[in-house]
Structures are given as structure tokens and as C-alpha cells.
């Protein structure tokens, strides 16, 4: 007699989700003890065994909560019983900024980041579902975002730290979601069929954070009202804006290019000493979707925070070029300001007798 269907469903996405590694490959596994990262864990698990990999996991004890280091004792213990080697409890503080989930997630990927190159780990596995994706999408759409943000979660992504990877190699598939295809009740499924105890984390049950309002209210009455297969539909949805994201995404990197080797015959004094110059004429052409994916290249070259850059910003940048009417500037997250002169639109630090001055956009 085979695994259960859902015990099967999770080990087949993992073995596709991996099928490029070799024997000896070393994979971690993010396990926070619920449902989805730990049927994850198991499968990986027994995946290793037969691909010949080498596994192990990591848990992250955010400090959040009253007795969180014992709790993630005991999911390192039961990951251990799993098979996994090594597994290690990364203890980590979550400083204030951005919102309590923003702040957990950026301490848990410095976290995560460490521990592979630490252990010299070619991949870093993460248990979002299809649940999970559709949660995103409409985060996205709530909050107004642009097609990157509604593409969702990529089933790949690079190292989240920029000093990441070892030696100054580039990581540009550490992580990897294999369970995006699979709807959360497949875990919880499998980890019964298994007898895993799964921990249900109290913060998902919170209502104060939007995604538990939206995974308790939001979704149960869109399926109500329009019918079943609402995740499926937004995870297919963020699926085709990926594609058309990474469409634009390409054609911006080459503008970005352009721009700026033109930029670098005409740059003169005009340029900030840490970000390429754009030069106007080479942006006036391109359409406003490429244009502002090349402020926001440049705009992080600056300096600019990306967590800090919205669209308001993008949308004063873009006013440089097509609603040009002497603007002094544009003042930008991070102490960065773009201004344009002599056909060149810069960006940097302004001195610090004019940090205190109004800037007008």
C-alpha cells in the first residue's frame, strides 16, 4: 500500500520542486512547527534519503511570545526525529519599523541567509501553499500595488541578504516555495496521515494582522458569494502577472543601461557620487511601466530604501520627465534626492546644510 494521497501530493512537489540538485546537495528546511512547513519537513525528509541529499532544517524563534524558545525546542526535536541533520534554532531579535509581520520577516530572512551560509546549504525550502498566494494577491490588491507585488510569491527567489552567499557569489535561487500548487488543506492533511502534532502559531488566529483578516473573513465569503476555487483563481492570476512582470522587468534592466551609458557622456558634475545619472531624452520614449521600473533601479542604487519606495514617489520621479516645469527636486526615503539638470535626472545625498530645506515635487 502507497502514502496517503496527501503524504504523496507533498513529497511529489518537493521532488519536482528539487529535481535539478545533485546527490550531496545540502538543503534546509524553514520549519516553524505549523502544518504546511512541517508535512514540508517530513517530506523533504524522505526525499533526501532517496535523491541522496542532505537535509536538515532550521526554526526561528522570533521572541515574541511567552515560552517561544521552548516551543521551537520542541519543533527542533521533533525535526530531528524526522531524519533531518543538522537542525538548529535560530534565535533572532525583531526590531521595530515598517510593522510587526515586515519586521519578523526581514529578521527571519537575515536569519535564514546566516544559516545556509553558514552550513553551506544550496537551497532553502519554505512552505507557502496556494492559501498562502492567494492571501498576497489580495494584500496586493488591497493595498493598491503595482504587477510585481500581485504576481505573488515566485516558486524561486534569490538570497534576501545582498552580502549573502559565500566567496561574493550571487544565490539566485536560495529559496524555493515547492508547495505552491497545493492548497493548505493538503498539509494538514498529511500531517495527520503521518501523526505529526502540529503547533497552531497564535498569531494566526490574531485578527489584528490584516492576512489572518483576510485568510478568516475575506476569502471565506468571496468563496461564498462567487463560488468555490476563489485561491486557485488569484494563485493562477499572480501566475500570469509574473510572467508579464518579468517581461517588463527585462526590458527595464536594458533601458536602465541605456540610459545610463548614455547618461555617462553628459554626466559631467551632475552625477551623485553613488547612483548612475539617467538621461532624459533616452526616458522620454519608453512606455511609463518600463520608465518607472528604471527610477526605481536607480532610485535603489542611490541608496533608497526598498521597503520605503512607493508608487508616490515613482510617480513625482516620472513627473521629471513628462510633466517637467522647473521642479526643484524630488525628495526620496533614505536622504535621497533626484533632480534634474542639464538633461541628466541624478540622484544623491544632498549636503547637510540643505537636508533641513523643503524640496518641492
Avoid at 503524504?7 to 546537495?25: E, I
Avoid at 521551537?72 to 526535536?77: D, G, H, L, P, S
Amino acid at each position: 500500500m502507497g502514502p496517503h494521497p496527501a503524504v504523496a501530493a507533498v513529497r511529489a512537489a518537493v521532488r519536482r520542486s528539487l529535481a535539478d540538485l545533485q546527490p550531496g546537495a545540502r538543503i534546509l528546511v524553514a520549519c516553524s512547527g505549523g502544518a504546511d512547513s512541517l508535512a514540508l519537513a517530513a517530506a523533504t525528509a524522505f526525499e533526501a534519503r532517496r535523491a541522496g541529499w542532505i537535509a536538515g532544517a532550521i526554526t526561528v524563534d522570533h521572541g515574541l511570545q511567552p515560552g517561544s524558545a521552548g516551543r521551537a525546542a520542541q519543533v527542533a526535536e521533533l525535526l530531528r526525529s524526522l531524519g533531518l541533520h543538522p537542525v538548529e534554532v535560530a534565535t533572532v531579535t525583531v526590531n521595530a519599523g515598517g510593522g510587526p509581520e515586515a519586521a519578523a520577516r526581514r529578521a527571519r530572512y537575515a536569519a535564514l541567509d546566516a544559516a545556509a551560509d553558514r552550513l553551506d546549504a544550496r537551497v532553502v525550502l519554505l512552505g507557502h501553499t496556494r492559501d498562502d498566494q492567494a492571501e498576497t494577491v489580495l494584500l496586493g490588491l488591497a493595498r493598491g500595488s503595482g504587477a510585481r507585488s500581485l504576481a505573488g510569491m515566485p516558486a524561486r527567489a534569490p538570497a534576501a541578504s545582498p552580502d549573502a552567499g559565500r566567496a561574493g557569489q550571487p544565490v539566485p535561487d536560495r529559496y524555493r516555495r515547492p508547495l505552491l500548487g497545493l492548497d493548505r488543506i493538503v498539509t494538514r492533511d498529511a500531517c495527520a496521515a503521518a501523526g505529526l502534532e502540529v503547533w497552531e502559531d497564535p498569531h494566526n488566529a490574531d485578527p489584528a494582522y490584516a492576512r489572518v483578516r483576510v485568510r478568516r473573513q475575506v476569502l471565506p465569503v468571496m468563496e461564498q458569494e462567487l463560488g468555490p476555487g476563489i485561491a486557485a483563481a488569484l494563485a493562477r492570476t499572480a501566475e500570469l502577472l509574473r510572467d508579464d512582470a518579468d517581461a517588463l522587468d527585462a526590458w527595464a534592466d536594458q533601458a536602465y543601461a541605456d540610459c545610463t551609458a548614455a547618461a555617462d557622456t553628459l554626466a559631467g558634475t551632475h552625477a551623485g557620487p553613488r547612483a548612475d545619472p539617467l538621461q532624459v531624452d533616452r526616458l522620454i520614449p519608453l512606455p511609463a511601466a518600463v520608465r518607472r521600473r528604471v527610477f526605481r533601479r536607480a532610485a535603489l542604487g542611490a541608496g533608497c530604501p526598498g521597503t520605503d519606495l512607493f508608487a508616490r514617489h515613482l510617480l513625482a520621479l516620472d513627473a521629471l520627465v513628462t510633466d517637467w516645469r522647473g521642479q526643484v527636486g524630488v525628495d526620496l526615503p533614505g536622504g535621497i534626492r533626484a533632480c534634474r539638470r542639464g538633461g541628466l535626472i541624478s540622484f544623491a545625498r544632498p549636503p547637510a546644510a540643505e537636508t533641513g530645506t523643503p524640496q518641492r515635487s
